[in-house]
Structure formats: structure tokens, C-alpha cells
């Protein structure tokens, strides 16, 4: 009998690349429709891929925490607005692996140090 394998744990396997979460991230940012669990779902793929809950700092684990938290609440949808902003200014997000930044680095640093998101 043949052996299934399942989708998510392909996907988890192919999200350790940082190249691969990258598009990930920058695919569901560009969706025109949507979805309000989607792109947390997302967030926690490449967290989990990426397995760097173990490695982050209290401040790191508060920040996804509270990442999640945000998330969970609004869907997103000032994330989305914003990027809405940005195409009606004729700009775009781009999420790119850090140049000089080992890939084994916490991947959630306070926001004046984020270097992966580049506008």
C-alpha cells in the first residue's frame, strides 16, 4: 500500500529554506481577497519551520505572543490596509531574507532592527 505524505509537512519542510518562507510571507501579503486567519496561519508555518521559538529571547516570545494576539483580533486587516496604502502611492512591501543576517538570528526583532521588509 502506498504512502501518503501529508501537505502541511511538506510545506513545513520546504519553509525551513528562508528563501521559501520569504515567498511565503510575500505571497499572502500580495492576495487580493483576503482571508483573516490566513496570514497568521502563515506567520506560525514559518515560525515553526523556521523553529526559532526555542531560541528567542522573553522579549522576542512576548512580541510573536502578542504578534498572535493582534492577529487573531483584527485578521490582519490593518497589515493589509496598509499595503493597500502602499499600491495606491504606487509602492509594494518586499520581504527578502536579510542581507549579512545569519538565517539562525531570531527572526522577530523590535521593529527599529527589522531589516527584512523593505518598502
Given at each position: 500500500m502506498p504512502k501518503t505524505h501529508?501537505?502541511?509537512?511538506?510545506?513545513?519542510?520546504?519553509l525551513q529554506q528562508i528563501e521559501e518562507a520569504?515567498?511565503?510571507?510575500?505571497?499572502?501579503?500580495?492576495?487580493?481577497e483576503t482571508e483573516s486567519e490566513l496570514l497568521l496561519?502563515?506567520?506560525k508555518d514559518v515560525v515553526k519551520a523556521q523553529n526559532k521559538i526555542s531560541i528567542m529571547t522573553e522579549d522576542e516570545q512576548h512580541n510573536w505572543e502578542k504578534l498572535q494576539e493582534l492577529l487573531k483580533a483584527s485578521g490582519g486587516e490593518e497589515i493589509y490596509r496598509?499595503?493597500?496604502?502602499?499600491?495606491?502611492?504606487?509602492?509594494?512591501?518586499?520581504?527578502?531574507?536579510?542581507?549579512?543576517?545569519?538565517?539562525?538570528?531570531?527572526?522577530?526583532?523590535?521593529s527599529s532592527r527589522v531589516e527584512s521588509c523593505k518598502f
Open positions: 501529508s501537505y502541511h509537512d511538506y510545506l513545513i519542510k520546504s520569504a515567498a511565503y510571507i510575500q505571497a499572502i501579503l500580495e492576495e487580493k496561519t502563515v506567520l496598509f499595503i493597500g496604502l502602499l499600491k495606491t502611492l504606487g509602492l509594494k512591501t518586499d520581504i527578502a531574507v536579510s542581507e549579512g543576517k545569519n538565517p539562525d538570528t531570531s527572526i522577530l526583532e523590535s
